[in-house]
């Protein structure tokens, strides 16, 4: 069964803390994406991944494929960085597969 | 200058209603969806299309029923409204498929009454 779990669920930080948010699956995969959602609602696409690692700005995502597993970092975090991450997986199946998100929240 | 537009933003109708939610991008993608995000936020995918060619039907009752007229709209009409089926509408859309980065519209708010 093609599945995708992230953790935490929730994350408290203080602003400038290391942050890591985990995303694991079930079988091979051809592609994982990390997607942004905004407290006001809207969706953005941060990353798309099928090996190793990817950067853009103080955010970096990275992918073991033989463990099955996908970090999202963010490095010096800032309260513009809370809102709920969620990562989604490409089974080959013709659609993504979505985890639960995770809600971070970052205090000044 | 919008990629991926959706109208209307908000919609609040009574049960039983028939409704419909517009959606188009000028990305020149190939690849349209629908996601439905319920309350506790988790997404689902309920349609996808390929140059106006249905792709994926994710067991969704046959009320709703997408029509993309040409491969730049994707539009989804929902007859009999149900109480379950407020929740918040993502339109979406990629260019060679669910593997490539996908851009979201805004969403529409949908409540039942």
């Known amino acids: 069964k093609n599945e995708v779990e992230q953790s935490p669920q929730n994350l408290t930080a203080q602003e400038g803390e290391f942050i ?74 013709e659609k993504l597969t979505f985890g639960t998100g995770t809600r971070l929240t970052i205090i000044p | 200058d919008t990629a991926v537009s959706q109208t209307p933003k908000y919609l609040v109708t009574q049960m039983g209603n028939d409704k419909s939610i517009k959606c188009e991008q000028n990305l020149g993608h190939d690849t349209m969806y629908w996601y439905k995000q319920d309350s506790k936020k988790f997404l ?54 669910a593997s490539d980065t996908q851009y979201f519209g805004p969403g529409t708010r949908l409540t039942v009454l």
């Open chain 1, 20 to 93: 890591t948010i985990n995303c694991s699956y079930s079988v091979g995969i051809s592609a994982l994406h990390w997607l942004q959602q905004h407290p006001g609602g809207g969706i953005v696409s941060l990353f798309m991944l099928s090996s190793g690692k990817k950067k853009h700005g103080r955010l970096i995502a990275t992918i073991n494929i033989q463990e099955k597993h996908s970090s999202l970092h963010i490095t010096a975090s800032h309260p513009r960085d809370s809102a709920v991450y969620i990562c989604a997986v490409y089974f080959g199946n």
């Open chain 2, 44 to 97: 689902k995918i309920m349609f996808s299309y390929n140059n106006k060619e249905l792709i994926i039907n994710e067991t969704v009752p046959n009320r709703f029923s997408p029509k993309s007229p040409d491969k730049a709209h994707l539009n989804l009409h929902i007859n009999s409204l149900e109480l379950g089926d407020s929740a918040v509408y993502f339109c979406a859309s990629s260019r060679l498929g």
